[in-house]
């Protein structure tokens, strides 16, 4: 009886033990997120005035986006009041940021204008005279956190259809560009201002033109 006893009273120390010898317990809580299938394009116009320089250094940019390129009314004279034998725009050009968001398939970003039209139809003068795959904010930043893994299109004149402004390779990594449009000039020494350039006559009709300017981005 005594030896049962002593089995018994060590069988419950035992037992009493147990609780005390766990060293942890884990609960576990599911986490869910989602994440769109993204197919954005974000354009933003912003109104640049050159103070009829051919210099960007000297060039005042808007605060605030336009809606529209409004070229204002188109002069044949240069700032100093010589001929320019042509029309142009002045001071104003126009930057738009084109972002490219495709969660990562490849994208090509594109833009198509048939032209202003007006007592006739102007095809000549307007044109992309700039792109930059690595634009800065007001502050002097980039855009993009990091390096450009696509390829730029190539200035010329922006009546065009499906212009390539930017093609994303086969990262497809997001993008935010910047194509700058205007109805330039000659540039100093009797320069084309874009490839491929023909300037709008002196003896266009006179009136009001307009038209539009189409920004695509295309999966491929």
Same mark, same amino acid.
């Not at 769109?36 to 605030?64: H, K, P």
């Given at each position: ?6 089995v018994l009273t060590a069988v ?18 599911s986490a869910t997120a989602a994440?769109? !299938? ?10 640049? $005035?050159? $103070? ?18 409004? =070229? #204002? ?10 001929? !320019? ?21 490849? =994208? ?5 204008? !048939? #032209? ?22 007001a502050d002097g930043s980039p ?6 893994? #696509?390829?730029?299109?190539?200035? #010329? ?12 390779? /086969? ?12 109805? /330039?000039?000659?540039? !100093?020494?009797?320069?084309?201002? =874009?490839?491929?350039?023909? /300037? ?11 038209? $539009?300017?189409? =920004? ?5």
């Amino acid at each position: 009886m005594k030896k049962i006893m002593c089995v018994l009273t060590a069988v419950m120390f035992v037992l009493a033990l147990m609780p005390f010898c766990e060293a942890s317990t884990t609960t576990t809580v599911s986490a869910t997120a989602a994440v769109i !299938a993204e197919l954005n394009l974000t354009v933003s116009i912003i109104r640049v $005035n050159s $103070n009829n320089t051919d210099s960007y250094t000297d060039d005042m940019w808007d605060t605030a986006p336009s809606t529209s390129m409004a =070229f #204002g009314t188109l002069t044949h004279l240069l700032a100093d009041g010589s001929e !320019a034998g042509l029309f142009f725009s002045r001071p104003y050009y126009y930057v738009a940021f084109l972002g490219g968001f495709t969660s990562g398939r490849k =994208f090509k970003i594109q833009s198509t204008c !048939a #032209g202003l039209t007006g007592p006739t139809t102007i095809t000549k003068g307007f044109g992309v005279t700039y792109l930059d795959g690595d634009p800065k904010k007001a502050d002097g930043s980039p855009v993009n956190s990091d390096p450009m893994e #696509g390829t730029l299109g190539t200035p #010329g004149s922006a009546v065009a259809t499906n212009k390539l402004l930017y093609d994303s390779g /086969p990262t497809g990594a997001s993008r935010v560009i910047t194509a700058y449009f205007g109805i /330039p000039p000659y540039q !100093a020494g009797g320069a084309d201002p =874009f490839p491929g350039f023909e /300037p709008i006559p002196v003896d266009t009709p006179g009136g009001s033109y307009s038209g $539009n300017v189409i =920004f695509t981005l295309t999966l491929y």
